[in-house]
């Protein structure tokens, strides 16, 4: 059976969900971090700058609208370091992008809890001022772990790496329900371990610090399905995977296909938006794993590069995706955020806006 309803997410045209901070509001941070402005102040500000980038989604043709992540400075420590347990604190450590930049570990020193939720207020406020989809996006657990290790999860708090997977999954549920309560049928887990453990060399050191690539595979397949085993029936749930993207960099190469069978076999979830936009991520082949009851959100417009793409290349490649996969099983979307980080990627907002049109404009064409 193919999927065949384009009126519910993930949509047609879709995007991953940060966008570049204007002006405005790197200098509000600014700021807010020399102590010139309170948080009130700043809060002011996001509310302004969030209700104008919602406009602009919604003129470009986006049926999802974020709000840019623009309460974040990272698309995954502000969410992570929020539960209780996980912190930021360990000396960074694994793979570093290619321009040098390395990624700080996670560490766990005490019971993973959440109490009274994540980022909440974020949620309702896009809501409120949304009349389309909103769509809320949160790092993966898988990140949790991957991002320090067994090393660096306390044998005293958790002598049984069990528990500590039962605890942070238990965690996630509950922000899921916090999240549906609020209101939220679009949730999106962003997750860069898939795509990361295609490359050998990321591979060689997960293996080096005592960790079997293929079985982590399939713990953060088991992760992430057990993250969602209460999700309620009317949340659609896809979770986003690339290979590293801060200041227009990257961390990882290779096709999916080291990854590919068994992530599609186990993960639980609507759709899955994937990293296309170069040969680094390889060819469509390992789509012919994917279940047709899903949805690909081929990630193909670059948020890297301010070089727009064509329609007809675009329209070359979906149709090259799709002798792998039917046609009514694709969408379109850039292939990652155009800011994971505050700092954003190499372009500028007219730039971002182009794309974002784009992405709209070959979508109607392609599907009507």
């Avoid at 190469?253 to 990854?259: D, L, R």
């Amino acid at each position: 059976m193919t999927y065949q309803n384009s009126s519910k997410p993930p949509f047609r045209a879709d995007h991953v969900g940060s966008l570049l901070r204007p002006t405005t509001l790197h200098e509000a941070r600014e700021k807010f971090a020399s102590g010139d402005m309170t948080s009130n102040d700043l809060r002011q500000i996001e509310d302004k700058c969030i209700s104008e980038v919602i406009k602009k989604q919604e003129a470009a043709g986006m049926k999802a609208i974020t709000d840019g992540e623009f309460r974040r400075a990272s698309w995954h420590y502000d969410f992570l370091c929020s539960l209780e347990g996980i912190e930021q604190t360990a000396p960074p450590q694994g793979p570093a992008f290619k321009m040098g930049h390395q990624i700080n570990s996670l560490s766990i020193s005490s019971k993973i809890t959440n109490p009274s939720g994540v980022m909440l207020g974020h949620f309702r406020f896009l809501k409120e001022t949304t009349k389309a989809t909103p769509k809320f996006c949160i790092p993966s657990p898988s990140l949790a772990y991957h991002r320090g290790g067994r090393d660096l999860i306390d044998g005293t708090v958790y002598p049984d790496i069990e528990e500590f997977w039962f605890d942070l999954c238990a965690a996630y549920q509950n922000e899921i329900a916090y999240l549906s309560d609020a209101g939220c049928n679009y949730l999106q887990l962003d997750d860069t371990t898939f795509a990361m453990l295609c490359d050998p060399k990321i591979r060689d050191q997960m293996t080096e610090r005592g960790d079997d690539p293929n079985q982590l595979i399939k713990t953060y397949a088991k992760g992430i399905a057990n993250a969602l085993s209460e999700k309620p029936a009317d949340m659609t749930v896809t979770v986003h995977m690339c290979r590293g993207n801060f200041k227009s960099s990257w961390i990882a190469e290779g096709g999916y296909e080291a990854v590919a069978e068994t992530m599609f076999s186990n993960l639980p979830v609507d759709g899955f938006f994937m990293e296309w936009d170069t040969d680094r991520a390889g060819s469509f082949e390992p789509l012919r794993y994917a279940p047709r009851d899903k949805i690909i959100v081929l990630g193909l417009v670059s948020t890297k590069l301010p070089h727009l793409e064509t329609k007809d290349d675009l329209k070359r490649r979906i149709d090259d995706a799709a002798k792998y996969i039917p046609l009514e099983n694709l969408c379109l979307s850039p292939q990652c955020g155009f800011a994971s980080m505050a700092v954003g990627n190499n372009l500028s907002e007219d730039d971002q806006w182009r794309k974002l049109a784009l992405v709209a404009e070959t979508s109607e064409e392609v599907w009507g």
